[in-house]
Nanobody, 118 residues
Framework: QVQLIESGGGLVQAGGSLRLSCVAS????????MGWYRQAPGEQREYVAA???????NYADFVKGRFTISKDASRRTVYLQMNNVKPEDTGVYFC????????????WGQGTQVAVSS
């Protein structure tokens, strides 16, 4: 059974930084793409960033220049470095993983809460 476990969320002041981690239960080489999404209270879940198995990254416009996604295969972990955070970055951040052999399937973690105070 695939498990994605997020950590690193918390309360931070606007302008500060956080680093989120997502540890997979198995090798991350099994996934074509891993990414981060977020969901603010009362809002739909939205895309934040993704990284492919080849290390190609992609970002939503509202985090470009502030957030960085990276991975460490030896630790089975994907990271989201969040710099210069804003109150609108508040929400639950979810890790996602799309298997190489089942492109229509997406696994999700349980999420980690990020709260940014002004």
């Amino acid at each position: 059974q695939v498990q994605l476990i997020e950590s690193g969320g918390g309360l931070v002041q606007a302008g500060g930084s956080l680093r989120l981690s997502c540890v997979a239960s198995g090798t991350i080489a099994a996934y074509s793409t891993m990414g981060w999404y977020r969901q603010a209270p009362g809002e739909q879940r939205e895309y934040v960033a993704a990284i492919t198995s080849r290390g190609i990254t992609n970002y939503a416009d509202f985090v470009k220049g502030r957030f960085t996604i990276s991975k460490d295969a030896s630790r089975r972990t994907v990271y989201l470095q969040m710099n210069n955070v804003k109150p609108e970055d508040t929400g639950v951040y979810f890790c996602s993983a799309r298997p190489r052999d089942a492109a229509s399937l997406v696994y999700w973690g349980q999420g980690t809460q990020v709260a940014v105070s002004s």
